[in-house]
Nanobody, 121 residues
Framework: VQLQASGGGEVQAGDSLRLSCAASGRTSSISVRGWFRQPPGKEREFVAYITWGSSTAIYADSVKGRFAISRDNAKNTVYLQMNSLKPEDTAVYYC???????????????WGQGTQVTVSS
């Protein structure tokens, strides 16, 4: 399984960005797709996940109401729409795939390369 993340960039506070994560290979083993982020000098943290079957979406409290995770089955792609961005959202964002929904990064066995999001005030 390969996950390819894209869509990062540099924006100002209050702006929006949409991240994409396309999957290829034997993706049948992945039931959940998630997003994590790693701010500068900090540990990787959970952002959101979505279940592939029921589209149940779960968010970290820090992004709830501002970010939205969605999926496109036909494209095997997951999106993270990020609105009202804040400087504290600055991080490298990673997409991940795993067998069940979890906020723990060690649950996920498949990872994409990171994409940098920088939000200036």
């Amino acid at each position: 399984v390969q996950l390819q993340a894209s869509g990062g960039g540099e924006v100002q506070a209050g702006d929006s960005l949409r991240l994409s994560c396309a999957a290829s290979g034997r993706t049948s083993s992945i039931s959940v797709r998630g997003w994590f982020r790693q701010p500068p000098g900090k540990e990787r943290e959970f952002v959101a996940y979505i279940t592939w079957g029921s589209s149940t979406a779960i968010y970290a409290d820090s992004v709830k109401g501002r970010f939205a995770i969605s999926r496109d089955n036909a494209k095997n792609t997951v999106y993270l729409q990020m609105n009202s961005l804040k400087p504290e959202d600055t991080a490298v964002y990673y997409c991940a795939g795993g067998p069940y929904g979890s906020r723990r990064y060690d649950t996920y066995g498949y990872w994409g390369q990171g994409t940098q999001v920088t939000v200036s005030s």
